[in-house]
């Protein structure tokens, strides 16, 4: 058996952090002399050790460590480390796209010396939105639900045999913005206005269109904003979003494009 020190050592982990697996019950010492308090630890849970700290490295927390190690279902800690894989891949393309943004920043203000610049270069019309008539679906609902409230959306369109136009949007009800929780109108558009669930009539409308992930859509709204009040307009209803490039074309988030629309009225 190996002492704490040695088993230290050798898994390349402080005596400390083993202490405090011990306290918790992620890995406690194969043995603990009753009249030293010395901790002794087998060669085999040197594996276990080793397989702590990958874990980490995958980055599971301490308590989904210990139901991992806790599990003997093979599928289902090969299901763990699947979802976690895909938990990685999203972390890395949101990265990617933060780092693709903050190198756009960093041109434009070397372009011009204006740290804030990069928030000026919306065009931005003023004129009618377009005539939508669209299946819909109205909730309180998490920015993140948008997939699942599109996808019932999209199985209503074989059932009540209608014909997508290709428009895909958005609609925001609420005075304030909440990312967990707002009053949102999800769409897409249809080409038979009698079986329309929601019918958005045409409307004099500031418009701009967003390049790059909806993570930096505030951008847009603020720029939209600006150019309201500074033009005299007031804002005349909810505003929306029309969703004409995506991910679903295969695209980079930056790449992406969004059009977006807000009433307005003198």
């Given amino acids: 058996m190996l002492q704490i020190g040695e088993f230290s050592k050798t898994c390349q982990v402080s005596v400390k952090t083993l202490h405090h697996y011990d306290k918790i019950g992620l890995l406690k010492p194969a043995r603990v002399d009753a009249e030293t308090g010395y901790r002794y630890y087998t060669a085999a849970q040197i594996d276990t050790m ?45 990265l990617h796209t933060i780092l693709s943004e903050l190198q756009t920043h960093i041109s434009i203000f070397e372009r011009t ?28 609902m998490a920015v993140d639900d948008f997939g699942k409230y599109y996808h019932s959306l999209y199985e209503r369109v074989p059932a009540e045999r209608v014909t997508p136009t290709g428009i895909v949007g958005a609609r925001y009800f609420d005075e304030e913005f909440n990312h967990d929780a707002t009053d949102i109108e ?33 951008e847009a709204y603020g720029a ?18 029309l969703y004409t490039k995506t991910q679903f074309d295969a695209l980079a988030p930056e790449d992406w494009e969004t059009d977006i629309y807000f009433p307005v009225k003198k």
């Fill in 50 to 94: 080793n397989m702590i700290g990958r874990l980490k490295r995958y980055g599971f927390s301490l308590d989904e460590i210990q139901q991992f190690l806790a599990q003997d279902n093979t599928q289902q800690r090969l299901n763990a480390l699947r979802q976690r894989k895909q938990q990685l891949k999203g972390e890395a393309q949101t």
């Fill in 113 to 140: 010396g204006d740290i804030m610049s990069y928030q000026k270069n919306y065009h931005i019309t003023l004129g009618q939105s377009p005539q939508i008539g669209a299946l819909a679906h109205r909730a309180v």
């Fill in 186 to 218: 999800v769409f897409i558009g249809i080409r038979e206005p009698d079986k329309a669930d929601t019918l958005i009539a045409p409307t004099d409308c500031a418009m701009t269109t967003h390049h790059g992930a909806y993570s930096t859509l505030s």
């Fill in 224 to 241: 939209l904003v600006s150019w309201i009040l500074a033009n005299g307009y007031q804002i005349a209803g909810a505003p929306f979003e």
